[in-house]
Each structure stands twice: as C-alpha cells, then as structure tokens.
C-alpha cells in the first residue's frame, strides 16, 4: 500500500471537479470480484482480437482479473474486469461453434496445439459462469469536459490506476492525461473505454490508486497526501488542469511535474 491520497482534498486544492459516473461505462457500483488465483476461463487474444484462448487468472486486484494466454509467456499479462466481455466461461467459444486458438507467440509447434489443449484443461479449475459479470452498457455520448477528473489505467503499467484528468475530447475520443506526469503515460481513448473509472473507483474497490507523481518527492504542503512524503514545497494552482499542451502522447520521456502542472517550474 502506498501513501493514503485524497481525492476530497485533491479536488478542493485543485478546484477541479471529478467527473459525473453517468459518462463512463462502468457499473453504478464495482462488480465483485470472486475469482480466484489458477481458475481458468477463455479470453480474446489482446493480440490478436479474433482469437479466442484459454487463459489463466494469475492475480486479482479490486475488480480486475490479471490474465495470462496458456500456452504464452509470462511477459504478456493482461488485465480484465470482471465484468468485461471479453472474457467468457470455458466452454462458450465451442457453444458458439467456434474453435480455441493457441495465442500469437504460442511457446510450442502449432502441430501440438490439440494437445497442448487437452492437457491444460485437464484437472483445471474452470472459473464457475455464474462469478462472470454482465458488462455495463455505453452511454449514449461522450459527455466528459476538459478538465474533468477521473481514474485511469495506465495503459504502460497496467496493474495502475492513477488520477487522471481530461486534457482534451475529439469525437468519441478522450485524452486522459495523468496528473504529476509530463505527459509520457498520456493516451487518448474512447468515451466508453473500460480502462477508466469515476473518482471514488479505487477506493470501493480496494485497488491502490496510485498518488499522482508517485517516482518524485512530493511536496510537504499537500494536504490531499498524507503519507509525509518528503519534498519541497509547492502550492497547488488551482482550475490549471494539465492537458491540451499539444503534444503527441507517448513521444516523451517520463518526467514528474508535480501533481500541479508546470506554472513557474
Ligand atoms: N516505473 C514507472 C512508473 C510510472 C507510473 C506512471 N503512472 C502514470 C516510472 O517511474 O516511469
């Protein structure tokens, strides 16, 4: 567990407003979460979206289900909400006619696959259909606002979840840009992306949300961190939102702003 953050306090010194549950597409309250570690279930390849692969729970944390690929590496885990429809209880990809694949990279000739199948089901414990969540339905637009304040996975390490706010909308798509970055975890998705979640998110779940800037001394003054983080001390600038810099996301080396963007730095 990482320091205790705010998001109450975060919101008052930064005079920013979270944004409202009914833009995202996630349950009005989190679904549970009763997998387990070892319970096996078919996955879409991340990789390779049409395919359908057994996959395997390797780890748990707040709604979300850490997935690898039978038959794949360890250097490929995904994560799932439990409530995601891509991931289905074993047996639904042969309901529907269609065939189990071997995931891109599968570690052994393609010949053994029939094989490969067989035995990683033997013995399984199959993930039981009814801990599988209906997924929540998209609303009908994108109503987030620039400035907004949410929670997002950071797509470049994705056990994450870290405060984010909204740097700018195009169409359907939203720039979530993370709070105490420069920029380099930035990424623009759709209104209805899975990987973001209403301020408060993390905290129903048990998920650790990740204070903003967590690899730099944070500052003294902040109130909405109360672990006593080292650091200088810095005032928080209120109704700055970061974001709509007009830069690429992705382009840039990791550098800490500070949880207040960059006046005057
Ligand atoms: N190890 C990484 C963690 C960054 C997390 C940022 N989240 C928005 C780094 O320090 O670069």
Redesign the pocket.
Known sequence: QGGHFSWDKYLKETGASAAPAHCFRQGATPPVNEFKAGMKLEAQDPRNTTSTCIATVVGLTGSRLRLRLDGSDNKNDFWRLVDSSEIQPIGNCEKNAGMLQPPLGFRLNASSWPMFLLKTLNGAEMAPARIFHKEPPAPEQNSFQVGMKLEAV?RK?PH?I?PATVGALRGVEVLVT?DG?RGA?DYYCRYDSRDIFPVGWCSLTGDNL?PPG??AALPKTLSCLSDGSEGTAMHPMPGQPPGQRGRKPGRRK?KLTGPWGQKGA
Do not use: G, P
């Open positions: 950071d390490n994450f870290c993370f970055w975890f990740q967590t690899k990791a």
